[in-house]
């Protein structure tokens, strides 16, 4: 079935450091791959997403990079802040093209100052 | 634009009673998600309504969970009996088609 494994579930790095995050999806369909960050009581958040055409894409300190051969996604943040304390998930969409999101089981990030 | 609003924000309840959460997604948006998020873990998609059809609820537990979403805008989400395990968040979601959902700020549900 359609599945998203994420890797670590937890991350702590030191501010300034930076950090990475990294997921696999089982669905060769899939063209879609959303980040969220998620703190504590909050509603999750876009922060980035790729799709299947492109191999990379960056946001300020965000970036997102794809390998579809392999079927991996990985999240990079560098220059952390403590700001960037929360959980993050990426997702990948699932199959039938309906938008439906299908997540890993979220990294809990905590950037020590 | 308005987010996603939903209610309630927090509910408890005890095993085998009957519960209902409310969402109203961003004007425009036709599509519409409810995931369970139990805690430690991702979200779950339990439905997916396109307008007023639904789309995808194979995750959806039909024996209990029931949703529906007149005229193709708000939805409820109900359970009925609900059991221990039901205890999560319940996050509702739209979209236009294909792009970014937008999540709500969900309804906690303690089931004891």
């Known amino acids: 079935g359609e599945n998203v494994e994420q890797h670590p579930s937890t991350l702590s790095v030191q501010e300034g450091d930076s950090a990475v995050i990294k997921c696999t999806y089982s669905?060769?369909?899939?063209?879609?791959f959303p980040w969220y960050k998620q703190e504590l009581g909050k509603r999750p958040q876009l922060i980035i997403d790729?799709?299947?055409?492109?191999g990379e894409k960056k946001d300020q300190r965000i970036a997102v990079t794809l390998n579809k051969t392999a079927k991996h996604f990985s999240l990079h943040i560098t220059e952390t802040q403590p700001e960037d304390s929360a959980v993050y998930f990426c997702?990948?969409?699932?199959?039938?093209?309906?938008?439906?999101?299908?997540f890993g089981q979220g990294t809990t990030l905590q950037v020590k100052p | 634009e308005a987010g996603v609003a939903q209610s309630p924000r927090y509910k408890i309840i005890e095993k085998r009673q009957s519960v209902a959460f409310w969402c109203n997604p961003i004007?425009?948006?036709?599509?519409l998600y409810w995931y369970q998020q139990i805690l430690g873990q991702g979200p779950k998609l339990l439905i997916q309504?396109?307008?007023?059809?639904?789309?995808?609820d194979s995750q959806l537990p039909k024996d209990r969970f029931s949703a529906e979403r007149l005229k193709g805008v708000d939805s409820t989400l109900k359970i009925q009996p609900a059991k221990l395990e039901d205890s999560a968040v319940y996050l509702c979601?739209?979209?236009?088609?294909?792009?970014?959902?937008?999540f709500g700020q969900g309804t906690r549900l303690t089931v004891v």
């Open positions: 979601a739209s979209s236009r088609q294909n792009t970014e959902a937008f």
């Open positions: 669905d060769s369909a899939s063209n879609y």
């Open positions: 790729i799709r299947s055409n492109v």
């Open positions: 997702a990948a969409d699932g199959s039938g093209n309906t938008g439906k999101l299908i």
């Open positions: 004007s425009g948006h036709a599509t």
């Open positions: 309504f396109q307008n007023n059809g639904v789309v995808d």
